[in-house]
Nanobody, 115 residues
Framework: VQLQASGGGLVQPGGSLRLSCAPSGSIPSIYLLGWYRQVPGKQRELVATITSTGSRNVVDSVKGRFTISRDNAKNTVYLQMNSLKPEDTAVYYC??????????WGQGTLVTVSS
């Protein structure tokens, strides 16, 4: 089972993108869904997480600009990104943790913010 992330692309500063991530096959019930991002040469960093009950955690650097949401029936997670900045440029990875503490990662989708 893999997670399939989509929605990345090239956008101008101030623009918006919506990332989606869904499992490619059957997956156990998921407790925690999240998004991470990574710039070449740097460690992967947390962007946002959301639990099955809707409790959200968003890092300060994107607070007020990014919104995480999920569809529990589909084990799908979304990241709405508004007011994008060049420093948001990265490969974005989705992440899932099941109730049995199994972890799943998506393949990554590239977001480039540039004029």
């Amino acid at each position: 089972v893999q997670l399939q992330a989509s929605g990345g692309g090239l956008v101008q500063p101030g623009g918006s993108l919506r990332l989606s991530c869904a499992p490619s096959g059957s997956i156990p019930s998921i407790y925690l869904l999240g998004w991470y991002r990574q710039v070449p040469g740097k460690q992967r960093e947390l962007v946002a997480t959301i639990t099955s009950t809707g409790s959200r955690n968003v890092v300060d650097s994107v607070k007020g600009r990014f919104t995480i949401s999920r569809d529990n029936a589909k084990n799908t997670v979304y990241l709405q990104m508004n007011s994008l900045k060049p420093e948001d440029t990265a490969v974005y990875y989705c992440h899932a943790v099941s109730y049995s503490i199994s972890q799943y990662w998506g393949q990554g989708t590239l977001v480039t913010v540039s004029s």
